[in-house]
């Protein structure tokens, strides 16, 4: 169970990694986009139809494309101040209280699953789209695949962190 576990979390880290390096080739895209809509909107008084639904469109996309590996790195805001002063004197209560918002977190990126993937089956039958109609549109599926996908992925790092905790974490509360 436990070599099944750590499996899990090591394709769970690596697909998390993938999706951060697409998030980050989706921000060049989109200073590309931005950049050639200011070109064209300065040099030949003709802007780029769309521009400001594509920036709309990706920045949910990279937001959630990324957030996979924020957790997985632990970089995740929140203030851990507690758990670093706990840490120093009581490790085991440090431990055992990163495991539990870990836990919680699972729950809450489940939850978020539990109430995306009807929206995504919606868009992916209605195929339902955003912008204007005759200047740009594009379909709402692919943001919200996204969003599902991400979340299942923190879902499943979550659950890792929970029960197998990192070495990352050791170190936070043994410092």
Partial sequence: MCTLLA???????KTAT?????????VLGLVAVVNYDVVARGVFSAPF????????????FIVFLQLPDVVRVNRLTRSDGFLL????????????LQRLIDS??????????????????????SQ?????????TAPWWPV?????????LCTLLFVCKSIIPDKSTRNITDA
């Fill in 7 to 13: 499996t899990i979390k090591q394709l769970a880290g």
């Fill in 18 to 26: 993938a999706f951060n390096a697409v998030g980050t080739l989706s």
């Fill in 49 to 60: 139809m769309g521009a400001v639904e594509i920036v709309q469109f990706s920045l949910v």
């Fill in 85 to 96: 002063l706990t840490g120093k004197r009581y490790p085991r209560l440090s431990s055992i």
């Fill in 104 to 125: 919680l977190s699972f729950v809450f990126m489940g939850l978020i699953v539990y109430a995306m993937w009807p929206e995504f089956t919606e868009m992916w039958e």
């Fill in 128 to 136: 339902d789209f955003f912008g204007v109609p005759g200047v740009f």
């Fill in 144 to 152: 919200k695949l996204v969003i599902v996908l991400s979340a299942i």
